[in-house]
């Protein structure tokens, strides 16, 4: 039996609930919201797909969850410049994640912006060890660097790194041709954009975020031991440490099996360094 736990159930929350039952990928849901009302209708709304499929809304059995997706908090809105800016409204629902966290022995997905100083604080104040503490962020990345690169017929598999936020690290040193400076940093600031360019026309993103984030489920639960781009906590590799940032791992059943330290060009090694600056600042001063 595989038992999924979502805090959080709204936009996000919700959505991964639902496609990961409806792909088969869980036995049993237990879910949690702050708001009861809403917790009760995700729950009810689920039922009512006749899937079956066993649903808890005991945050007691969280503990002994497979997999635990933390997206409780504030989504940005056109308002929110950046998933920085969401720091002090989300720390609140990370420290009450804390507490249901409390001797859970499975794989923490942390979603929750600023989601690579979320995961480092969780991983921090609940103990869960680093392997079992992958924030996602980076297939989605990828996938919109992948949208990019389409549109101007660049080939070549899109990945990107750093901060799942301002400060990502596209990595154009592995596509097949060379992109010069100029066009680097065009894409860059398209990405930066790609999000709020949904949220401005429909309240949040949805559709993108819920399906990696089932892809990520499912390379966990069935042990895949193939590598993607997540938010791991660092200890001394792209010669950053004390945060959690967008590095390629190896995932398999228990969690980040093995992060890949790749060979980054000049001008990747330049944006990774000030990703790591920018969040493990923000990091050191959550968890303090
Ligand atoms: N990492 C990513 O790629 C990614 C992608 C999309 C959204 N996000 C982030 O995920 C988070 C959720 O986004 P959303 O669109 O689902 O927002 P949402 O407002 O639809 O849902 C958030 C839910 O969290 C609940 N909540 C708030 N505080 C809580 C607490 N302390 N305990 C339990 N539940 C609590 C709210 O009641 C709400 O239902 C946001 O921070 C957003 O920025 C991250």
Same mark, same amino acid.
């Given at each position: 039996?595989?038992?999924?736990?979502?805090?959080?159930?709204?936009?996000?929350?919700?959505?991964?609930?639902?496609?990961?039952?409806?792909?088969? +990928?869980?036995?049993?849901?237990? &879910?949690?919201? @702050?708001?009861?009302?809403? +917790?009760?209708?995700?729950? &009810?709304?689920?039922?009512?797909?006749?899937?079956?499929?066993?649903?808890? #809304?005991?945050?007691?059995?969280?503990?002994?969850?497979?997999?635990?997706?933390?997206?409780?908090?504030?989504?940005?809105?056109?308002?929110?410049? #950046?998933?920085?800016?969401?720091?002090?409204?989300? /720390?609140?629902?990370? %420290?009450? !994640?804390?507490?249901?966290?409390?001797?859970?022995?499975?794989?923490?997905?942390?979603?929750?912006?600023?989601?690579?100083?979320?995961?480092?604080? &969780?991983?921090?104040?609940?103990?869960?060890? $680093?392997?079992? !503490?992958?924030?996602?962020?980076?297939?989605?990345? %990828?996938?919109?660097?992948?949208?990019? +690169?389409?549109?101007?017929?660049?080939?070549?598999?899109?990945?990107?790194?750093? =901060?799942?936020?301002?400060?990502?690290?596209?990595?154009? @040193?592995? /596509?097949?041709?060379?992109?010069?400076?100029?066009?680097?940093?065009?894409?860059?600031? =398209?990405?930066?954009?790609?999000?709020?360019?949904?949220?401005?026309? $429909?309240?949040?993103?949805?559709?993108?975020?819920?399906?990696?984030?089932?892809?990520?489920?499912?390379?966990?639960?069935?042990?895949?031991? $193939?590598?993607?781009? !997540?938010?791991?906590?660092?200890?001394?590799?792209?010669? &950053?440490?004390? !945060?959690?940032?967008?590095?390629?791992?190896?995932?398999?059943?228990?969690?980040?099996?093995?992060?890949?330290?790749?060979? +980054?060009?000049?001008?990747?090694?330049?944006?990774?360094?000030?990703?790591?600056?920018?969040?493990?600042?923000?990091?050191? $001063?959550?968890?303090?």
């Amino acid at each position: 039996m595989v038992r999924l736990a979502v805090v959080g159930v709204g936009r996000i929350g919700g959505e991964v609930a639902y496609l990961a039952s409806a792909l088969g +990928l869980v036995d049993e849901l237990v &879910l949690y919201d @702050s708001v009861p009302e809403l +917790l009760q209708a995700q729950a &009810l709304d689920l039922r009512h797909t006749g899937l079956d499929i066993e649903i808890g #809304t005991s945050k007691a059995d969280i503990r002994d969850a497979d997999v635990c997706l933390f997206s409780a908090g504030l989504p940005r809105n056109p308002a929110v410049k #950046t998933r920085a800016d969401l720091l002090s409204a989300n /720390l609140p629902a990370a %420290s009450d !994640c804390v507490g249901m966290l409390r001797d859970f022995s499975g794989v923490l997905i942390t979603v929750t912006n600023p989601m690579d100083v979320n995961n480092y604080f &969780l991983h921090k104040k609940t103990g869960i060890p $680093k392997a079992r !503490c992958i924030g996602f962020g980076g297939q989605l990345d %990828s996938a919109r660097f992948g949208f990019s +690169l389409s549109a101007r017929n660049i080939a070549g598999v899109p990945y990107v790194l750093g =901060e799942h936020g301002d400060h990502q690290v596209p990595v154009f @040193s592995r /596509l097949e041709g060379a992109v010069a400076g100029p066009v680097r940093d065009e894409i860059l600031a =398209e990405l930066r954009g790609s999000s709020m360019a949904v949220i401005r026309g $429909k309240g949040g993103t949805v559709f993108g975020p819920a399906f990696h984030m089932t892809q990520l489920l499912r390379m966990i639960l069935t042990d895949a031991q $193939k590598t993607t781009i !997540c938010s791991c906590i660092l200890d001394g590799e792209y010669g &950053l440490s004390g !945060c959690s940032l967008g590095v390629p791992a190896k995932i398999g059943r228990e969690g980040i099996l093995k992060i890949e330290e790749w060979e +980054l060009d000049a001008w990747e090694k330049r944006q990774m360094d000030e990703a790591g600056s920018f969040v493990c600042a923000l990091s050191q $001063k959550a968890v303090s």
